[in-house]
């Protein structure tokens, strides 16, 4: 299984921006491997995104393991304060 992020290459809201930036740092630097999908790239990617998160209006960035939901960035951040990220994560 693998985590998967997806985000948004185009985004107007800095704050989007930064969210998509923290979850791939955090990732990366507990050596956690995931694959990240541009929505923007592929309205195919967008639509899975929505499907997976079971939320027709999910916006990016959402993490799922392969087809697993996880969260979204609030669920990331409360995960790594109470220190369950892998659980989180369903690693």
């Not at 740092?25 to 929505?39: E, F, G, Q, W």
């Not at 929505?50 to 979204?72: F, H, M, V, W």
């Amino acid at each position: 299984m693998s985590v998967v992020v997806f985000y948004s290459s185009v985004s107007g809201s800095l704050e989007v921006k930064k969210r998509q930036e923290r979850i791939m740092s955090v990732l990366s630097s507990k050596k956690i491997k995931y694959r990240a999908v541009d929505i923007t790239q592929n309205p195919e990617d967008k639509d899975l995104m929505r499907k997976i998160a079971n939320n027709p209006k999910a916006l990016p960035p959402q993490i799922a393991n392969e087809s697993t939901y996880c969260g979204d960035y609030e669920a990331f951040e409360n995960a790594i304060e109470v220190e369950q990220l892998e659980e989180f994560l369903k690693l």
